[in-house]
């Protein structure tokens, strides 16, 4: 009896009831959502496309995202690796301007937290489409080496591999391109050969570097060999006796030297010294002697200006 009269009881006015139940479990819905913490993210737009076809035109590289959760889950822990947000135009085989939605999924630590909502902006993107193209076109290196190697030092050549790089985009923008650049190559101070990695000038956002966007640049820097003369030069006879004198002061000389410019730069008159190689002269009178010079280390003489002098001797 008890039993019936609970059940007369509940179902009095049950519309009235399910109605107030249904209000309850939304007002306590909404309650929860407001109270759910905001997080804004950077997501990267990702794009799946059909390998035929290229990006014809600059799109928005970053989506905003807003996720919200509970603040329990500690939401801001999730990252911009959390979210994948892409456009999907697999199923577009034509060139064109096209409309697509951005869309999104919950990867890593986001699939984790419930409840989560996430909202992104813009909802839509538009999108120019063309056919890929492929080409090879030759790298210029010589504008864009600057600089000067340190004094004393020069560029004796150079040389870089690959000389052709193949590029690929959209069809528009690869039929402009007819030779690829490289970064600066400064020689600025340089005093040794060069070997180094040089990274290829971008050419346009869209156009990219297939195989990759180096080359291997190698440099000869050589010393600077310079000629150099030294005049008035006194000539002065070494090792004679000392039963023997030279009667008459000899001519002053002219010597020409080749060395490197660091070497010459260093040079004072006094390190080049002329003179005659008197140590096997036993008797006075006139004798023909060849002039002889002193140089530093890394000198090469190219003349001796007068190579041979007469010096006339006497008696103490």
Not at 94 to 100: A, K, Q, Y
Request: aromatic residues 4%; charged residues 30%; hydrophobic residues 40%.
């Amino acid at each position: 009896m008890k039993v019936s009269v609970l059940l007369t009881r509940l179902l009095k006015n049950w519309p009235t009831k399910i109605i107030s139940l249904i209000a309850a479990i939304l007002l306590f819905l909404l309650n929860r959502m407001s109270n759910l913490e905001e997080h804004p993210l950077n997501v990267p737009l990702s794009i799946r496309l059909h390998n035929d076809y290229a990006i014809a035109a600059p799109i928005r590289q970053k989506i905003s995202v807003i996720i919200k959760g509970d603040p329990d889950f500690e939401i801001q822990q999730i990252t911009p690796e959390d979210i994948e947000v892409y456009i999907d135009l697999l199923k577009i085989d034509s060139e064109g301007e096209f409309t697509v939605p951005i869309q999104y999924k919950k990867i890593g630590s986001a699939l984790e937290i419930e409840p989560l909502e996430i909202d992104i902006e813009p909802t839509v993107i538009s999108v120019k489409l063309e056919k890929k193209m492929t080409k090879s076109v030759d790298i210029e290196v010589e504008k864009n080496i600057k600089g000067s190697p340190a004094r004393g030092y020069m560029l004796g050549g150079y040389t870089y591999a690959p000389t052709v790089v193949q590029i690929v985009g959209p069809r528009s923008k690869v039929e402009m391109v007819d030779k690829a650049t490289t970064d600066v190559i400064d020689l600025s101070g340089r005093t040794k050969n060069i070997n180094m990695t040089v990274r290829l000038v971008s050419i346009d956002p869209l156009v990219k570097f297939k195989g990759g966007g180096d080359i291997e640049f190698s440099a000869v820097i050589e010393e600077i060999i310079e000629e150099r003369i030294f005049d008035k030069k006194v000539i002065v006879g070494r090792d004679l006796t000392e039963a023997l004198v030279i009667e008459k002061a000899l001519p002053k000389g002219t010597v020409t030297v080749k060395a490197p410019l660091i070497v010459l730069d260093k040079i004072k008159s006094n390190d080049i010294r002329l003179y005659i190689d008197c140590s096997n002269i036993k008797n006075p009178g006139k004798h023909q002697k060849r002039v002889k010079v002193d140089i530093p280390d890394r000198v090469e003489v190219l003349r001796i200006d007068p190579e041979v002098v007469i010096v006339d001797l006497i008696k103490r």
